[in-house]
């Protein structure tokens, strides 16, 4: 399995773009979203290239290689623009006898067990940590509002490995393994 994972888009034209170029070369299978996909919300200021639209029409020709969560910017005209689903708080992907459980992260989700991964955006900071549960944290940051001196970014997980990149230069900065 390997996929491409971006949260955090917020309706940046530019970053999304630039997002669906690099999925469309990292070879992924699916391209994961972590929700907050069109809106910057309440708390943001606007991001490069902020229109919806063009990130609606970026998208919806990808729809079938899409897996979606909703963010706390989502809502529900958003699944009437969308060709993809945007409507679930979290799904649960299984690499091997890993659950990886995907979803915005600002909601609970289900309980998780030792090696297990939850996968998260919201904080708009790249991370991962194992939790004492035994479970790992995981989040790609954001691809439009980086936060904490973090770099726009994406990550592209296989074989039980995250590999962090900077969205505008395409350089790996961080890895991070849960096998």
């Known amino acids: 399995m ?60 990808l729809a079938d290689k899409i897996l979606a969560v909703r963010g706390n910017c989502e809502a529900e005209v958003d699944q009437m623009v969308l060709d993809f689903n945007v409507s679930s708080d979290y799904l649960n992907l299984y690499d091997g006898d890993v659950t990886i459980c995907a979803s915005h992260g600002h909601r609970a989700v289900p309980a998780l067990g030792e090696g297990d991964v939850h996968l998260f955006g919201h904080t708009h900071v790249p991370v991962i940590e194992k939790t004492e549960a035994g479970y790992y944290n995981v989040n790609p940051g954001s691809t439009s509002i980086p936060k904490e001196n973090s770099p726009h970014s994406y990550i592209i997980y296989e074989n039980g490995v995250f590999k962090w990149y900077d969205l505008e230069t395409g350089e790996c900065y961080k890895t991070g393994k849960v096998r």
């Open 2 to 61: 390997k996929l491409f994972i971006a949260s955090d888009i917020h309706g940046s034209a530019y970053y999304a773009s630039l997002a669906v170029n690099k999925f469309q070369e990292s070879g992924a299978e699916r391209l994961l979203l972590l929700g907050d996909i069109l809106y910057h919300g309440p708390r943001n200021d606007l991001p490069r290239d902020y229109a919806p639209k063009k990130v609606i029409a970026l998208l919806n020709p």
